[in-house]
Nanobody, 120 residues
Framework: VQLQASGGGLVQAGGSLRLSCAASRSIFRINVMGWYRQAPGKQRELVAYITGSGSSNYADSVKGRFTISQDNAKKSVYLQMNSLKPEDTAVYYC???????????????WGRGTQVTVSS
């Protein structure tokens, strides 16, 4: 399974971007999908996640500005990012914990990352 992320880019502070991530093939069950980010010189951190049942959680730094959503039929997760700040600049990675078949254990998969740059 590959996770294909898209939607990054350069935006001015206060602007918006929408990230998308889709699994490359059929999935038995998605447990959790989410987004992480890593800024230069910093550790990778969780931005937001959403469970297969639709529960979501956010890092404090993005609450009220970012919204995570999913389309289970399309095996996709989205991150709507509004009111972007320069400190949101990072490479954003899609992550999924999923089962490919009924008889295989769930495991984590990572996308390649998409750059988000917010200018001041």
């Amino acid at each position: 399974v590959q996770l294909q992320a898209s939607g990054g880019g350069l935006v001015q502070a206060g602007g918006s971007l929408r990230l998308s991530c889709a699994a490359s093939r059929s999935i038995f069950r998605i447990n959790v999908m989410g987004w992480y980010r890593q800024a230069p010189g910093k550790q990778r951190e969780l931005v937001a996640y959403i469970t297969g049942s639709g529960s979501s959680n956010y890092a404090d730094s993005v609450k009220g500005r970012f919204t995570i959503s999913q389309d289970n039929a399309k095996k996709s997760v989205y991150l709507q990012m509004n009111s972007l700040k320069p400190e949101d600049t990072a490479v954003y990675y899609c992550n999924a914990d999923l089962k490919t078949n009924w008889n295989t254990p769930a495991r984590a998969y990572w996308g390649r990352g998409t750059q988000v740059t917010v200018s001041s």
